[in-house]
T-cell receptor
Framework: AQSVTQPDIHITVSEGASLELRCNYS??????LFWYVQSPGQGLQLLLK??????LVQGIKGFEAEFKRSQSSFNLRKPSVHWSDAAEYFC???????????FGSGTRLQVQP | DAGVIQSPRHEVTEMGQEVTLRCKPI?????LFWYRQTMMRGLELLIY????????DSGMPEDRFSAKMPNASFSTLKIQPSEPRDSAVYFC??????????????FGPGTRLLVL
């Protein structure tokens, strides 16, 4: 079954530093990939999504992600992190033949002042 | 738009009691999803409706769980009888349901359920 793996459970960065959150997918063809963010006590908000075309995807809040087929990765990046970016980030895929999302285990981001 | 509305936001109940979670999708959305979030299993799909019809209920854990969507603007997830292992955050999400898998799913704030 198609799935995504987020190898980092917890990441801490300093405010203003760059950020990269890792996501690896297991799937033969080009998958439908998503990044969601969950702030404490809140629901999930879509940051960006990739289906085809340009492998560099721009999202909201200054985030971007790059699809790399050779590495089976879809890493999320931000050049300069703000304290308000502290949250949990989920990579997700929609498996073939389904409509629902399959989520990774999440990466909790902590931002130091 | 008010977004996806879930009620209650918090629920504390005792083992064996019936629990009903409610969801109102975004107006005009035709697809509705119920997800559950736990520490052990993360975020996982319970059931998905399209045009009020259950399409994929492969994630419904057992017969104690049931979900209904009597109309386009309301869905319920019922647990009867509830057990401590059902403690989790339950999310409802909706999409327009017209453009396939690339549609954005809009999530509600979740219901935090604690079964004692």
């Amino acid at each position: 079954a198609q799935s995504v793996t987020q190898p980092d459970i917890h990441i801490t960065v300093s405010e203003g530093a760059s950020l990269e959150l890792r996501c690896n997918y297991s799937y033969g063809a080009t998958p439908y990939l998503f990044w969601y963010v969950q702030s404490p006590g809140q629901g999930l908000q879509l940051l960006l999504k990739y289906f085809s075309g340009d492998t560099l995807v721009q999202g909201i809040k200054g985030f971007e992600a790059e699809f790399k087929r050779s590495q089976s990765s879809f890493n999320l990046r931000k050049p300069s992190v703000h304290w308000s970016d502290a949250a949990e980030y989920f990579c997700a895929v929609v498996p073939t033949g389904r409509r629902a999302l399959t989520f990774g285990s999440g990466t909790r981001l902590q931002v130091q002042p | 738009d008010a977004g996806v509305i879930q009620s209650p936001r918090h629920e504390v109940t005792e083992m064996g009691q019936e629990v009903t979670l409610r969801c109102k999708p975004i107006s005009g959305h035709n697809s509705l999803f119920w997800y559950r979030q736990t520490m052990m299993r993360g975020l996982e799909l319970l059931i998905y409706f399209n045009n009020n019809v259950p399409i994929d209920d492969s994630g419904m854990p057992e017969d104690r769980f049931s979900a209904k969507m009597p109309n386009a603007s309301f869905s319920t997830l019922k647990i009867q009888p509830s057990e401590p292992r059902d403690s989790a955050v339950y999310f409802c999400a909706s999409t327009q349901g017209t453009s396939g898998v690339q549609e954005t799913q809009y999530f509600g704030p979740g219901t935090r359920l604690l079964v004692l």
